[in-house]
């Protein structure tokens, strides 16, 4: 069985960079794609970035790229999302996710609220 728990998120101000983990259980990790989303109040869940096992070719939405980094430990079994010049936008509540195998997305941690106040 496979728990993913999110950690890191809160109230921050736009501009900081705060960071977010993600710690997965299981013997997956390592061989899966991990990926994180995002859901703001009112919207559909949205894709953020997404990282393959080896820890190469990450995948960014267009709202975020070049101010979030993915990248993960698959020592610790954790992703991590470095979140750079928020904006009041960002707000909203963050979920990692992992693929087995570099499948569909199977796993779904509970998700950490991000609120970015201007």
């Known amino acids: 069985q496979v728990q993913l728990v999110e950690s890191g998120g809160g109230l921050v101000q736009a501009g900081d960079s705060p960071r977010l983990s993600c710690a997965a259980s299981g013997r997956t990790f390592s061989i899966s794609r991990m990926g994180w989303f995002r859901q703001a109040p009112g919207k559909e869940r949205e894709f953020v970035a997404t990282?393959?096992?080896?820890?190469?070719?990450?995948v960014y939405a267009d709202s975020v790229k070049g101010r979030f980094t993915i990248s993960r430990d698959n020592a610790k079994n954790t992703v991590y999302l470095q979140m750079n010049s928020l904006k009041p936008e960002d707000t909203a509540v963050y979920y990692c996710?992992?693929?087995?195998?570099?499948?569909?997305?199977?796993?779904w941690g509970q998700g950490t609220q991000v609120t970015v106040s201007s």
């Open positions: 990282i393959r096992r080896s820890g190469d070719s990450p």
């Open positions: 996710a992992l693929a087995p195998y570099g499948g569909t997305w199977g796993y």
